[in-house]
């Protein structure tokens, strides 16, 4: 017998010794579901349950949905998939624990009443305020003794010291057999749990998302039914457009946020899709289509893998030249009318409203709007990032810093793109229906004056009284923004950084070189996705 328990029957008694035994044996697999809200797929609770009794435990942090780039639809999303998952643990015998509180003091007070043998959950790259949040809990796991294991379920690795093999890498790991998720689950006497919070007891003000996708996995596995037996088959034409796109994009970005999907299984049905295209030996257009998704699962994990590396990306320039670029001015007229769709825009107006309603834009769409912020209207990425991040309810901290600085040009190393908003609404919706949909004010003029109403008598009508003037002469502004933008990149200090940031972040992955030049070393890879879609 150890010293800690002679000592412990001699000051108690001998029934004390015997519960503290079988606290020892019975010391809990603790699975801490954070944004993997899905028992298949799902490595942290395979294992735990190869070890011993399973808690699986979702804390609802109040001071993480206090965070500015938290929002009401983001909460109701994870809330009907922590609902789902609840769900299928009963089903097991273990519902799922819920606790409201600070996540250390959550585990510590588990830990004096049961006991914690190991602590799980998936490898998180979240926001700083997870970052610090994981940090406390390490700290708390060594000083309890308590062995803290995070596998992986996205292909982002840590520490990585480069770039070399990360492909590789992340075709064995998508191409690995999925866990096995436990048939049964031993039920844990004693352990209660609070009510999931609504998004007004957090704070959480409605914001408008009337029509933003639901959670749950589910609601899931029949978008992802349906997208590789229906929709995803024009893919690869009808992704940029901002009608026809909405159906034919995967529309599983929030669910892999969320993790009520694992990205492997996504990757491994659309491999199956793929193969099962190339074996009938028809130009159907899936194998096109499934070589486009692929590559943005992929990409979906390269940018998440930014963050993991460099964390300040959140709030910093990639690139220092950068540094005070344009006004840092979250009060600005400009970022208001950008952020309510009455920029007098068209195009970027409906994109900013359908937003708003919907919570989703297509990959295109995503780059334009925070170009436009960031190019035409000057505005520093910091104001327009977060209202972005409420906004989509699949944001994912990994993907989205890194993207709104490549589309700000703050990044160094990807080449400037300045999208315009007449172009690009006269390109991908040239007859004006998405236009007519969400600024309705324009709905009544001919398809070519609803993208530039200020060049038609009818339209002009209508400008000041039913729709806003432009806030600014797209042409005009747009060589403004590249004179400034290419001012410092012509400077030889810019080169010398760029070139340290594209061997640390950039991809492998070969590129076409054009015969007549060679790609500047500043540049990478044509990246023009804010999300994956």
């Not at 899905?38 to 804390?59: K, T």
């Not at 596998?151 to 590789?168: E, H, S, T």
Request: charged fraction near 25%; charge should be positive; glycine fraction near 6%.
């Amino acid at each position: 017998m150890s010293q800690r328990c002679a000592s412990l029957c001699r000051r108690d008694t001998q029934t004390a010794c015997a519960k503290w035994h079988q606290m020892k044996q019975e010391a809990l697999q603790v699975v801490w579901f954070k944004r993997d809200l899905r028992v298949e797929d799902n490595a942290a609770l395979a294992r735990a349950a190869e070890r011993g009794p399973v808690l699986p435990l979702y804390i609802v942090e109040p001071d993480y949905w206090r965070e500015p780039d938290a929002n009401h639809r983001h909460w109701r999303f994870a809330a009907q998939s922590i609902a789902a998952l609840n769900l299928n643990l009963s089903d097991r015998g273990q519902p799922l624990v819920i606790r409201f509180g600070e996540a250390v003091a959550v585990l510590d007070s588990i830990h004096k009443t049961h006991g914690i043998a190991t602590l799980w959950s998936h490898m998180e790259t979240g926001n700083h305020w997870t970052f610090m949040r994981d940090r406390r809990v390490a700290g708390w796991c060594r000083d309890n003794g308590v062995p803290w294991h995070e596998p992986r379920q996205f292909g982002v690795i840590r520490p990585l010291p480069n770039r070399d093999g990360w492909a590789k890498a992340w075709d064995r790991q998508m191409r690995a057999p999925r866990s096995t998720a436990p048939i049964a689950l031993r039920p844990i006497a004693n352990m209660t749990s609070d009510p999931l919070p609504s998004p007004e007891q957090l704070g959480l003000a409605p914001d408008g998302g009337s029509a933003c996708q639901k959670g749950g996995r589910e609601a899931g596995l029949m978008l992802l039914e349906s997208f590789m037996e229906q929709r995803g088959r024009t893919y690869r034409r009808a992704m940029s457009s901002p009608l026809e796109g909405a159906d034919a994009c995967s529309r599983l970005s929030p669910h892999l946020t969320w993790g009520t999907l694992s990205i492997r299984e996504v990757a491994q049905a659309a491999w199956a899709r793929q193969e099962s295209a190339r074996s009938e030996g028809t130009r159907t257009g899936w194998t096109g289509a499934m070589t486009s998704f692929l590559s943005r699962l992929h990409w979906h994990c390269h940018f998440i893998q930014k963050l993991e590396d460099a964390p300040p990306i959140e709030w910093q320039n990639l690139h220092p030249a950068y540094d005070g670029l344009r006004p840092n001015a979250p009060d600005s007229p400009l970022l208001a009318a950008w952020q309510t769709g009455q920029a007098g825009l068209p195009f970027l107006d409906a994109c900013m409203r359908s937003l708003e309603a919907t919570g989703w834009l297509n990959f295109r769409m995503r780059a334009m709007v925070m170009a436009v912020a960031s190019y035409h209207l000057w505005l520093d990425w910091r104001a327009p990032g977060l209202h972005l991040a409420r906004m989509f309810t699949d944001y994912e901290p990994g993907i989205h810093w890194s993207q709104v600085q490549m589309q700000s040009g703050t990044t160094g190393m990807n080449t400037i793109r300045v999208y315009n908003p007449v172009k690009q609404g006269l390109d991908q919706d040239p007859d004006g229906l998405f236009i007519a949909r969400w600024v309705p004010e324009l709905a009544g003029l001919p398809a070519a004056a609803r993208h530039r109403p200020w060049a038609y008598a009818e339209g002009q009508r209508l400008l000041g009284r039913d729709y806003p003037h432009p806030v600014v002469e797209p042409a005009a502004a747009a060589k403004n923004a590249k004179d400034r933008l290419w001012a410092i990149r012509k400077a030889p200090e810019h080169r010398h950084a760029a070139e340290m940031l594209v061997a640390r972040h950039a991809s492998r992955a070969p590129t076409r070189r054009s015969k007549k030049r060679k790609n500047p070393p500043s540049s990478t890879p044509q990246q023009l996705t804010l999300r994956f879609d």
